[in-house]
């Protein structure tokens, strides 16, 4: 790794590696550019060549060492430009990530090298202090990996946070660069600022990651919240609707009776009724829940789906959803068949436009099963699946249904089985 006074060919070349391979986890989910694997191998030995060509005397002022950390670690970003697509900010900080990470890993190997008997151990073989400092990273390596790491999203992130965790990550490493270059210093100072770079570090990936998804969650947890007050609105819409067609469905139905009575009692040829009679019918409730803003919820939905071609079946063995708060249930059926509806109008085969309701009771429970079928992948982010159009609230419906099912103290569960997407709810009724 880094030498106190300079930087010898061999060190230079090590420490371009151990960052390259802790770039390397940050961008795992990255898209790679063409002949990855030629371009990858091709451009790391020549960020090798150029970083062991350039030498300077030990006796060189610090502020020069200093620098030459700097390109070193621009040499790596350079190569992961040259390698990875996306958003270049994002593929910067991603880098950055992991440059803390192998400063975190190569602190965490100065403070094992003070402890007596390992420095003993160090010195008696080079061999030896390489297999400490790569099992040393690799554990470090692993841990940042799982915390960290593996969540990496690519492009996606804040931008303000990640200039932060960038800005920190770079001080830390600079000024800690400073100190290593100082003469004499004990091993209790040593210890001191070794410990306060892995805490910079760790804080800094903590910005980056755990912040920001505090704050994306945070932003969320806003959208539904809006989500759920046009929901209100649209269920006052939606029942005055439904009462103003109840209106008109019985006067139609009256009129019919008349017609045909009259028709009968002439003896007057007249077309078939039937079909009006059926289109009538299709405004009844599709099902009775227990629940009269359900109820009004599955008959507008019914209607919703006629309009796509979707098919919109529905059975209920319980009437007990009145123990729930309507509003909240409301806006679970409503984004649970929503995003069912979209799925399935999308499916070629006409036959399976389908979305399929059931509820029903299991002991001191509700269960509520919807399942679709769907054309093309679905993608899943922390075990839901997520929609890439993030505008006008699309991309919250499963995350909206999980807030919702925890506000009542249930669980849910999605699967995926060949063609059909299932959603399985399960609410306690105590």
């Known amino acids: 790794m880094l030498n106190a006074e300079m930087l010898s060919k061999f060190e230079a070349i090590g420490y371009i590696i151990e960052v390259l391979i802790a770039e390397l986890l940050f961008l795992h989910a990255y898209k790679k550019r063409n002949l990855f694997w030629v371009r990858f191998p091709a451009a790391a030995v020549i960020a090798g060549i150029i970083a062991s060509s350039i030498t300077y005397p030990a006796a060189s002022i610090a502020i020069y060492r200093f620098m030459f950390f700097f390109f070193l670690i621009a040499l790596t970003v350079g190569v992961m430009l040259f390698c990875y697509k996306g958003n270049s900010f994002s593929i910067v900080s991603s880098c950055i990530a992991g440059v803390a990470t192998q400063h975190i890993a190569f602190k965490l190997m100065t403070i094992i090298s003070l402890i007596p008997s390992m420095s003993i151990l160090l010195e008696i073989s080079v061999i030896y202090r390489i ?63 070794s410990i306060y770079a892995i805490l910079c570090c760790s804080f800094a990936l903590s910005i980056q990651f755990y912040l920001h998804k505090w704050q994306q969650e945070k932003a969320e947890s806003m959208v539904i919240k809006g989500l759920l007050s046009a929901s209100e609105k649209q269920y006052e819409q939606w029942k005055e609707m439904v009462e103003f067609n109840n209106i008109q469905m019985h006067d139609l139905k009256h009129m019919l009776n008349h017609i045909e009575h009259f028709a009968g009692k002439e003896k007057t040829d007249i077309p078939d009724l039937s079909p009006i009679r059926e289109s009538i019918e299709s405004f009844a409730p599709i099902v009775r829940t227990g629940n009269d803003v359900i109820d009004v919820l599955l008959r507008n939905m019914g209607a919703l789906c006629r309009q796509q071609g979707v098919r919109l079946n529905c059975v209920s063995f319980t009437d007990k959803l009145d123990k729930f708060d309507s509003m909240s249930l409301y806006f679970l059926f409503g984004n649970a068949i929503d995003n069912a509806r979209a799925g399935a109008a999308t499916v070629s085969d006409k036959e399976k436009r389908l979305v399929d309701v059931s509820l029903k009771q299991f002991g001191d429970s509700v269960i509520i099963h919807v399942w679709n079928y769907f054309e093309g992948d679905i993608t899943f982010e922390d075990k839901l699946p997520v929609s890439k159009d993030l505008e006008n609230g699309h991309g919250f419906g499963i995350k909206s249904i999980k807030v919702i099912v925890d506000k009542f103290g249930g669980a849910f569960k999605t699967q995926v089985e060949g063609d059909v997407f299932h959603l399985n709810i399960i609410l306690p009724l105590t």
């Open 131 to 193: 297999i400490v400092e790569v099992l040393t990273m690799a554990v470090v390596y692993t841990i940042v990996y799982f915390m960290a790491a593996r969540a990496q999203v690519p492009d996606r992130g804040s931008i303000r946070l990640n200039i932060l965790s960038v800005i920190v990550v770079l001080i830390c490493i600079g000024v800690n660069r400073l100190v290593a270059d100082a003469k004499g210093l004990s091993n209790e100072v040593i210890v001191a600022s």
